[in-house]
Nanobody, 121 residues
Framework: QVQLVESGGGLVQPGGSLRLSCAAS????????MGWYRQAAGNQREMVAV???????NYADSVKGRFTISRDNAKNTVYLQMNSLKPEDTAVYYC???????????????WGQGTQVTVSS
């Protein structure tokens, strides 16, 4: 079993900052990709940022220059530093990890439970 536990969401004013964290635990051999997705009310879930175990990153155009994704491979943890937040960043943010539980075995995608980020004055 694998669990992803997110933290760091909350209410922030426009222009403010938040840092999200997501720790993966359980039966983990290797994690190839970790990422953050978000879903605003009435919208589909969308990719925000992803990071490979090599450190290569990819961002949605809407967050480039404002958000930074990073990971600590020793702790199986991914972070999302969000700066210059806008009301349109309001959403539930979900952590995602693509991993293997054994050296030989399938790659499985896991999701966290989500954390609410609200940007409002």
């Amino acid at each position: 079993q694998v669990q992803l536990v997110e933290s760091g969401g909350g209410l922030v004013q426009p222009g403010g900052s938040l840092r999200l964290s997501c720790a993966a635990s359980g039966s983990i051999f290797s994690i190839s990709i970790m990422g953050w997705y978000r879903q605003a009310a009435g919208n589909q879930r969308e990719m925000v940022a992803v990071i490979l175990n090599s450190g290569t990153t990819n961002y949605a155009d809407s967050v480039k220059g404002r958000f930074t994704i990073s990971r600590d491979n020793a702790k199986n943890t991914v972070y999302l530093q969000m700066n210059s937040l806008k009301p349109e960043d309001t959403a539930v943010y979900y952590c995602n990890a693509e991993l293997q539980s054994a050296r030989i075995g399938p790659t499985t995608i896991y999701w966290g439970q989500g954390t609410q980020v609200t940007v409002s004055s």
